[in-house]
């Protein structure tokens, strides 16, 4: 498909944010968490020039974040389908898997990778994602710019019947809650949280920051924080809980995507009978800030009291 039409669609299906600062103040909390339902998702076919088709929305709206955050998508990948291989050379994103396996392509090297996992790529780089099983794989796209703009160049390549090397020849993580080790008391609040820092600012080339994962086990939470020049999205992979943003509070569950702004005070206390699960996705106002991230020193914790950046906790 054509970039220039590639993008009318995502346009027309609100897939791709209009120009704009971040709104936040105006738009009660409850509005600006994101839901995935299915069912209001739209379908695709031949994505990028890939095989078969699958079904994807927009779920947090980036004018609630300050940054250079493009597009934050759920939605499935069906079986035997493909998003085709191609480039971004002035932004970057991220396939995520939560179930199941899927073969990430990135510049021709393919290999398969079991979910919940992710691979990113760097501008430049040309990547592709193949569903090659009977089911369909619960998928997430993040897309970081540096500018609000999109762009793509398709290679024409579907990836079906790619050859597979047995390790990837490029970055991916497995989200596997045995890896996040426990932080007493996280930024003020209850119990031991579990946290890691998945993937680190040197991963990416643009304003993209990071990506965590986090966990609270029954009855814990995270205090309140604010970062003044990075702002956060929090996908609830697991679990139910309840968040606050300033003065604002909102029940969350598996599904939903929370978007946290510069400067707003945020925590999280976990509900249910399992753990609250999220994935994190950090995004700097700009280089300047982020480098300032990378040249931080010491490592900044996630501990008691911590107002760091990032709230890192595996160090």
């Excluded at 090297?109 to 760097?122: C, E, F, N, Q, W």
């Excluded at 990506?211 to 996908?235: F, K, N």
């Excluded at 950090?282 to 040249?295: F, H, I, P, S, Y």
């Amino acid at each position: 498909m054509p970039n220039r039409c590639f993008r009318v669609l995502l346009l027309s299906m609100g897939l791709l944010p209009t120009t704009g600062s971040a709104q936040t103040t105006a738009v009660p909390l409850a509005s600006r968490i994101g839901h995935y339902n299915l069912s209001k998702m739209r379908p695709s076919n031949a994505v990028h020039g890939g095989a078969g088709g699958m079904q994807f929305g927009n779920l947090v709206d980036p004018k609630y974040v300050t940054g250079n955050l493009i597009f934050f998508q759920r939605g499935v990948l069906n079986p035997h389908s493909s998003i085709g291989e191609h480039y971004h050379n002035r932004c970057e994103e991220m396939f995520i898997i939560l179930d199941g396996e899927a073969e990430f392509t990135v510049d021709s090297h393919t290999s398969l990778i079991k979910g919940p996992a992710a691979v990113p790529d760097r501008m430049g780089h040309a990547h592709a994602i193949y569903n090659p099983t009977d089911k369909p794989v619960q998928w997430m796209n993040v897309n970081v710019g540096m500018g609000p703009n999109y762009d793509a160049f398709n290679l024409g390549d579907g990836r079906v019947g790619a050859a597979l090397d047995a390790l990837p020849q490029f970055p991916s993580v497995r989200f596997d809650r045995a890896l996040p080790r426990p932080v007493e008391a996280m930024d003020g609040g209850k119990g031991a949280a579990l946290y890691r820092r998945a993937l680190e600012p040197t991963i990416f080339s643009t304003p993209w920051a990071y990506v965590d994962h986090l966990l609270l086990p029954s009855g814990t939470s995270v205090g309140q924080r604010a970062l003044p020049t990075v702002s956060e999205i929090y996908y609830v992979m697991s679990g139910e809980g309840t968040v606050r943003i300033g003065e604002e509070s909102a029940s969350i569950r598996a599904g939903d995507g929370i978007p946290v702004d510069i400067n707003q005070a945020r925590s999280f206390l976990q509900t249910g009978a399992e753990p609250l699960e999220f994935l994190i996705v950090g995004v700097a106002k700009d280089m300047e800030a982020k480098v300032a991230l990378m040249n931080a020193r010491p490592p900044a914790r996630g501990g008691r009291g911590s107002s760091a950046a990032g709230g890192r906790g595996n160090e």
